[in-house]
Each structure stands twice: as structure tokens, then as C-alpha cells.
T-cell receptor
Framework: GESVGLHLPTLSVQEGDNSIINCAYSNSASDYFIWYKQESGKGPQFIIDIRSNMDKRQGQRVTVLLNKTVKHLSLQIAATQPGDSAVYFCAEIRRITGNQFYFGTGTSLTVIP | DGGITQSPKYLFRKEGQNVTLSCEQNLNHDAMYWYRQDPGQGLRLIYYSQIVNDFQKGDIAEGYSVSREKKESFPLTVTSAQKNPTAFYLC????????????FGQGTRLTVV
């Protein structure tokens, strides 16, 4: 079946290092991708997005890379800080299904001080 | 401030009872969604609504019901038919067109006692 999934369920990084969180998707018809951050007991918050006609997009300390050839999405966080500890979800939106959001399982990022 | 509000934050239900979770948004968004989140798992879509007076089943609609009588409100009822209702419930809204993010509420944690 179709799915949006993540390669690694947990990731631990040292404070100050860069973090890379990966996401695989299976539907080449997806139009738009979003990364969300969810802190414990809270709702997900938007981090950064990328359209399917782009390969890379940068934000503040974050970069999203999209490789459509292998259907892979990654979130890079530069100089990871303790406040970055959270679960990170990728989501894809497919216009063909009425702009529904499809979420991956999530990766739990722990930053070690 | 514009946003999406879920209430209550914590909810306890006795077995066999129905319970309704509230979700209100003042973002003038057309689309609204309900997701269920279990520990260590991603978000699973329960129901979604693209427009007032219309809603569609998601992946795990059994045991749940919704209504969309007003644009700003999308309440979710967890019925006694839902055999394992203890979970974290998230409501989201979006403009409803591709290329736009979904905004999430802070969630309701439902516990069956």
C-alpha cells in the first residue's frame, strides 16, 4: 500500500552537531511536503515545506531536501539545540485525493547537552 | 489571535459512554481534520471535512462520528463502539488547497477509566 514512512524512529545527537531526519514516500503524485515538529503533549507545529517542483528549500537553521527520483525527503537541522528535542513528522499532500495530508510515523530526536 | 482550539485538554470517559471532543478555528479555513495518535505511532486520520455540511471517513472512522454544521467547528464524538478509545486526539485545519499547511490544535488526551 501507499505510505509515508521514516527510516529511523529515534535519533540522538550532541548539542551543536547537525541532525538529519529522513522520510520515504511511495506516491510520486504528491504535490507538496511539510515537516512538522511535535513537542511532548502538544500539537504538531509547522517547520518548513517544499513543493514537488523543488529540490531544496532553506529556512532558519533548517533545510529540506527532496529527491523525487528515489522518493526521499530529509530535514537537516544545523547546530542542533536542546530545544530541538521533539518528534518530527513528514507529511505529504496529494491534490488527487482532495489535498489530504498523509503523515509518517515520526522520528524522535533527542539532543544531548 | 487566530488559531485552532481544542477542548478539553484532558478527558476521562467511562466504558460504554459517548464523549464529544471540541475543535474550533477562527482562521476561516474550509478544511478540518481529526487525527488519532497512539504512543510511538504516527497520526492516523479519523475524519475530514473539506466544506461545511460535508465530511468524509478517514482510515480509522469506525466508532467515531463528526458533524460540520458551521465552518469554524468540527466536533468529534467517540462512541461506545470504539473499543480502544484511549489516545491523543488532534484536530487540524487548512485553507483546503494544495500547497498550504495544516494548523493543529494542542490536542485532547482521552482516557477510558
Amino acid at each position: 500500500g501507499e505510505s509515508v514512512g521514516l527510516h529511523l524512529p529515534t535519533l540522538s545527537v550532541q548539542e551543536g552537531d547537525n541532525s538529519i531526519i529522513n522520510c520515504a514516500y511511495s506516491n510520486s503524485a504528491s504535490d507538496y511536503f511539510i515537516w512538522y515538529k511535535q513537542e511532548s503533549g502538544k500539537g504538531p507545529q509547522f517547520i518548513i515545506d517544499i513543493r514537488s517542483n523543488m529540490d531544496k528549500r532553506q529556512g532558519q537553521r533548517v533545510t529540506v531536501l527532496l529527491n523525487k527520483t528515489v522518493k526521499h525527503l530529509s530535514l537537516q537541522i544545523a547546530a542542533t539545540q536542546p530545544g530541538d528535542s521533539a518528534v518530527y513528522f513528514c507529511a505529504e499532500i496529494r491534490r488527487i485525493t482532495g489535498n489530504q495530508f498523509y503523515f509518517g510515523t515520526g522520528t524522535s530526536l533527542t539532543v544531548i547537552p | 489571535d487566530g488559531g485552532i482550539t481544542q477542548s478539553p485538554k484532558y478527558l476521562f470517559r467511562k466504558e460504554g459512554q459517548n464523549v464529544t471532543l471540541s475543535c474550533e478555528q477562527n482562521l476561516n479555513h474550509d478544511a478540518m481534520y481529526w487525527y488519532r495518535q497512539d504512543p510511538g505511532q504516527g497520526l492516523r486520520l479519523i475524519y475530514y471535512s473539506q466544506i461545511v455540511n460535508d465530511f468524509q471517513k478517514g482510515d480509522i472512522a469506525e466508532g467515531y462520528s463528526v458533524s460540520r454544521e458551521k465552518k469554524e467547528s468540527f466536533p468529534l464524538t467517540v462512541t461506545s463502539a470504539q473499543k480502544n478509545p484511549t489516545a491523543f486526539y488532534l484536530c487540524a485545519s487548512s485553507i483546503g488547497t494544495a500547497g498550504t499547511e495544516a494548523f493543529f490544535g494542542q490536542g485532547t488526551r482521552l482516557t477510558v477509566v
